[in-house]
């Protein structure tokens, strides 16, 4: 072949009866041509395309001639090229040297042969390929009419065929020719001897590989019964009672297992009805593993498992048909002592799935990535009773949880979690699910990155770990509806919001219609996120001990802490503690002038407060004498921080059931340190509206309540105030009809009416008077417009305020009010005030 322009030619003695001529380091494509006999009269023997050429039927001590060339016109090689003596051929070269392989007794390869054509030399023609120079020859003695052959763990030319005979050596059948590495032979007869031929597809090529025998199950238990009972043979086709080893399919009849205890293989229902009204039933029990013969299909028909225990060494699959649990118990475990499944899922339900008793247990997941409970149905699904128990298998795989696969979600009744045996833990990463009743985490860890909705009491001994949402809420069709359960969060567990906890939930969601509402049995709860509040009371295990620490934001709806509420805050503004008692709503609102960077504590404390330093007394509106003494019996507000220092605040409580009749600019918040000590009233009173009272201009925190005042007489009847320029002066008048108590006047000044007044002097009052009494003073330095008040004090520290007057002075000039700086250099600066506000300059 090609054009031998630039042949070269060698020669070798044989020294066994096959040799390889290899080409390498070879640049562009070569020809190997070999021959028998002498230089003038050859022989050819191989003419080889490829770099290896193989020769067999060589006469030892015979001298052999070959030449090599480029195959393409006009080419020149460099190469390297080695004569090799290959191994000699392998014991099982012939049919009659065919290596003996266990059967194994189901369709996994417990038991392998290991093999290799290196060296091996062609016994017959290949019935697929390009040859079989390689073929290696076993045997085994069939154990079942039908054998599945496995060429398995291949390395070298990965591209086999095997063939299988019967007969005998020298008078071979072929029965199954295979490229395949894996193939069954049926028509087997149990106790004879059958022969399996190996090679690769390729000639010129070996590989090594392992070989093994498998058996399949037996042919399955079909019911034929019409209406009967599991544990009549006749029943039966073929007759007899399935055993642990039986495959069984139902596809008509009516069956019931009453009281008995049955078992089988693997089980498929396409049609008819299983009633499983007590007794047990047993599924993969034979042996630990079986290459995946331990099933539970459902394609069709009803299964009722109302009593029995039913015991899955396996997978449960349902595409179709109705399951109804009402009691008994339905155990999956595919990792369990016998079982085995090779599908992902543990527990795969796709058609009308109804639970309303019972209990469905989910030790296990068959694999590392695998999910222990997969809805994929075709309608929302609610479980109505029952519990789902998850965890306590022997593998260390985590379980995961997907009940909203396509476009419909499954919520579970009860869910339980008991991971802490050897799985990692229960996990929902993709959707999220809900629990209608309750949750109870006995062991181990519920990890979720989804929201959780929880509808009943939320128990945790393990470690619930949720980087989402928990609703305390019902779960409808996949959202947050109101709870009308009593729910109670308890547990000597680790509540966390990830797994380097910063707190105890991520973001909570509370909406809960029931009087009692909430119960957190944990102590002092902190939420990292958001906490929304959408309806329902709060409660702790004790009501003055309990803390519930919002730490970002709060989205309120209704509801209320029945409790201490803790705020993070991080900006000035107003903040809301939503705080009650059981039966009462009683918030508070702070607003912070400048930010206060800490955390602040509300709640309200129910109960007489305590009258101790009451009555106050402060102006109110254009009275200047209040009495604020007839406090609110309801409570007090306490705040309380350890972190905010210094900052100014408003304050605004809502009172609920407070009386709103009167005059409520008389109705006062006050303060006090703590429950020992005495009222007082700081900062400056709000005039509140309705319920809500207010006060600003405080500092510190303590506890606050409110209290209404009554007007008192005047410590002094003022009967009128005047005010006129005299000279460069301003003179101020006012008369008293009578006084009480009173200790001295204080002259005020403003340059506006709504300007802040100072004191410019002060005089002696009478004391106690019943007559006329006539005052005045002079202002010598007064202002071209001057507004003036007179503030009388009494001996007991109580204070009224006269009307406001005014001067106004007409005199044509300007004063110089300020000079700056001083002293100055090349610069100065002149205030100027001028009588009539004319430019000056």
């Not at 070999?34 to 050819?44: D, M, N, P």
């Not at 009419?145 to 007969?167: E, R, Y």
């Not at 630990?288 to 396996?314: C, E, H, P, R």
């Not at 989804?450 to 609703?471: H, K, Q, R």
Request: glycine share 10%; aromatic share 10%; charged share 10%.
């Amino acid at each position: 072949m090609g054009i031998a322009d630039d042949d070269t030619w060698f020669s070798f003695v044989a020294t066994q009866t096959n040799h390889s001529i290899v080409l390498s380091s070879v640049t562009y494509d070569m020809v190997t041509e070999v021959f028998s006999g002498s230089c003038g009269s050859l022989t050819q023997l191989v003419c080889s395309d490829p770099d290896i050429t193989s020769l067999t039927g060589l006469t030892i001590g015979d001298t052999y001639y070959f030449r090599c060339y480029s195959k393409a016109d006009g080419l020149r090689n460099t190469f390297n090229l080695c004569v090799t003596a290959p191994p000699p051929p392998p014991s099982n070269d012939e049919c009659s040297g065919a290596i003996n392989l266990t059967v194994n007794p189901a369709t996994t390869c417990t038991t392998v042969t290991n093999g290799s054509t290196s060296g091996a030399t062609q016994s017959q023609s290949a019935c697929l390929g390009s040859g079989a120079d390689d073929d290696v020859w076993f045997s085994f003695v069939a154990t079942s009419t039908s054998h599945l052959i496995d060429l398995l763990n291949v390395s070298g030319s990965t591209d086999m065929l095997h063939q299988v005979f019967s007969g005998t050596c020298g008078s071979l059948t072929s029965l199954t020719c295979s490229d395949p590495n894996s193939s069954t032979t049926s028509g087997l007869t149990i106790g004879s001897t059958y022969y399996v031929r190996v090679h690769t597809y390729y000639t010129g090529s070996s590989a090594s590989f392992d070989i093994c025998v498998k058996t399949p199950p037996p042919p399955p238990k079909t019911w034929v019964g019409g209406t009967g009972d599991w544990g009549v043979a006749a029943n039966w086709s073929p007759s007899g009672v399935p055993t642990c080893t039986d495959s069984v399919n139902i596809n008509t009849g009516t069956i019931t297992l009453n009281g008995a205890n049955a078992e089988c293989r693997g089980f498929i229902i396409s049609s008819g009805t299983l009633n499983l009204n007590s007794g047990s039933l047993t599924i993969g029990v034979c042996g630990a593993t079986d290459g995946g013969s331990k099933y539970f299909v459902q394609s069709g028909g009803t299964i009722n498992l109302s009593g029995a225990t039913v015991t899955l060494n396996g997978g449960f699959t349902q595409s179709a048909g109705t399951f109804t649990f009402s009691s008994g118990t339905f155990t999956i475990d595919p990792n369990g002592t016998a079982g085995v499944y090779s599908n992902t899922n543990s527990c795969n339900i796709a058609g009308t799935f109804n639970m309303s008793g019972g209990n469905l247990i989910l030790p296990d997941a068959s694999s590392s990535s695998g999910t222990v409970i997969y809805y994929n149905g075709t309608t929302n699904r609610n479980f109505t009773g029952g519990t789902v128990s998850i965890g306590g298998g022997n593998s260390s795989n985590t379980l995961n949880i997907n009940t909203y696969v396509g476009s419909y979600r499954l919520a579970f009744y009860n869910l339980e979690i008991n991971t802490s045996t050897n799985n990692t833990y229960a996990n929902s990463s993709s959707w999220s699910f809900g629990v209608l009743n309750n949750l109870n985490i006995a062991s181990g860890e519920l990890r979720t990155s989804v929201a959780i909705y929880v509808n009943g009491n939320l128990n945790n001994d393990g470690i619930f770990t949720n980087s989402s949402t928990l609703y305390l809420a019902n779960f409808t069709s996949g959202s947050a509806t109101a709870s009308t359960l009593a729910q109670e969060i308890s547990g000597g567990g680790i509540y966390r919001n990830s797994t380097t906890k910063t707190a105890e939930f991520t973001t909570l969601n509370i909406n809960n219609t029931n009087t009692s509402g909430v119960t957190f049995n944990i102590s002092d709860p902190s939420v990292s996120g958001t906490l929304t509040l959408t309806a329902g009371k709060i409660f702790g295990q004790s009501s003055n001990q309990f803390v519930l620490w919002a730490k970002s934001s709060i989205i309120y709806t209704n509801g209320w802490v029945v409790g201490k509420l803790k705020r993070t805050i991080s900006s000035s503004g107003a903040t809301v503690f939503y705080i009650g008692t059981a039966s009462t709503y009683y918030p508070v609102t702070t607003n912070f002038t400048s930010n206060p960077a800490g955390t602040l504590t509300a709640s309200f404390e129910a109960g007489a407060p305590g009258s101790t330093g009451l009555p106050l007394t402060e102006v109110s509106g254009t009275n200047p004498y209040l009495s604020a003494d007839s406090l609110w019996s309801a409570g007090v507000w306490r705040l309380t921080t350890a972190d905010i220092t210094s900052t100014t605040y408003s304050i605004s409580v809502t009172a609920t059931g407070s009386s709103q009749n009167g005059n409520n600019a008389n109705v006062r918040v006050i303060k006090r340190a703590d429950n020992g000590s005495s009222w007082d009233n700081p900062g400056t009173h709000v005039n509140g509206s309705g319920i809500v009272y207010s006060r600003s201009g405080l500092s510190g925190f303590s506890e606050f309540t409110i209290v209404r005042g009554a007007l008192l007489p005047l410590p002094l009847e003022l009967t009128s105030i005047n005010a006129k320029s005299i000279n460069k002066s301003n003179k101020i008048t006012w008369t008293t009809a009578n006084e009480k108590n009173t200790a001295w006047h204080q002259i005020e000044r403003a340059n506006d009416e709504l300007a802040e007044f100072k004191p410019i002097g002060k005089i002696a009052a009478a004391g106690n008077s019943l007559s006329s009494l006539d005052y005045s003073f002079m202002d010598e330095n007064p202002l071209f417009m001057s507004y003036y008040r007179v503030r009388t004090i009494d001996l007991d520290g109580k204070e009224s305020i006269s009307p406001v007057v005014s001067v106004e002075r007409a005199v044509e000039r300007f004063s110089i009010e300020k000079l700056y700086p001083n002293p100055t250099n090349n610069l100065l600066n002149i205030d100027i005030q001028s009588l009539n506000l004319k430019s000056l300059l």
